[in-house]
């Protein structure tokens, strides 16, 4: 889908095809450079929860002393009418991986993260992004009017200069999602990796159709909340039945991080 005009452009060759690991796995949203030291342990509740993160380590002063972090309730102060979003989409086999704590750069929290080595990739203001891996938060980390939903996906994004751009995608209750089926059935236990050069799940089922999303500047969700991101979120949820959303609700045991103030933060939506 193509839309002409506008100055922001988001070109979107993306595509995922099974599920796992295809590379080491990459820290919640950066997927750079890996690292023999294992991260400080932190996680989302109690001591080493999200209120703490800060006192857990130096090197994670930002999510405490940031003024750009993620995730906020995502409330548009600026519309913008004639922005491009264009998708193309190939295959691609993957390799899922559930991983409690990432031992390269960055942790990678609780989460089920598919890691992918394709070409694809996301194009923001000219900059090229290639996709390297996606996971998944319940209940949703952004709000929108200030409501959670049961499920967001982030699908991560690096240019070559280590800049990160990730894209946002909401699940809530509805018919079954073919895409989610596929990961659901072959879910790794905590730990473990799989790869699959079979199964096929379509990057087109996580993506909404409507081209209606969020933009604004942000930060990692998780330790080290480094600063810098550059957010797109769709504004249409996808639906997955409560099921599917409940079983994957259980593996995760709630892994957001709770909403961060905006500020004087544009946050743009882009709606045709």
């Known amino acids: 889908m193509e839309r002409n005009g506008g100055a922001v452009l988001l070109a979107l060759v993306t595509t995922l095809a ?40 130096p090197d994670y002063s930002q999510c405490r002393d940031g003024t750009r972090q993620s995730p906020i309730d995502l409330v548009a102060t600026a519309t913008d009418t ?32 598919v890691n992918y080595e394709g070409g694809d990739t996301l194009t923001v203001d000219g900059a090229a992004y290639a996709l390297r891996q996606f996971h998944f938060h319940a209940p949703s980390e952004h709000t929108l009017a200030g409501q959670h939903l049961p499920l967001e996906v982030h699908l991560v994004h690096q240019a070559s200069n280590g800049g990160l751009a990730v894209l946002g995608v909401f699940f809530t209750a509805g018919a079954e999602h073919p895409g989610l089926a596929n990961l659901l059935a072959q879910l790794p236990t905590p730990g473990a990796e799989l790869h699959f050069d079979e199964m096929v799940v379509r990057l087109d089922w996580l993506i909404p159709e409507e081209d209606r999303f969020y933009r604004y500047d942000g930060s990692l969700t998780t330790p080290p909340c480094s600063e810098g991101v550059s957010w797109i979120v769709m504004a249409q949820p996808i639906g997955a039945s409560a099921a599917q959303l409940d079983s994957i609700a259980g593996v995760l045991g709630g892994n957001n991080r709770p909403v961060q103030l905006a500020g004087e933060r544009e946050v743009l939506l882009v709606a045709h």
């Open 18 to 57: 099974a599920c796992g690991d295809a590379r080491p796995p990459a820290a919640d949203h950066n997927a750079a450079a890996t690292s023999a030291v294992r991260p400080v342990h932190w996680g989302y509740a109690g001591e080493e929860g999200p209120a703490h993160w800060a006192d857990l380590s």
């Open 82 to 113: 004639s922005a491009v979003f264009s998708r193309v989409y190939h295959s691609e086999a993957l390799s899922i991986a559930f991983n409690e704590q990432a031992v390269d750069l960055l942790d990678n929290g609780h989460t089920i993260q």
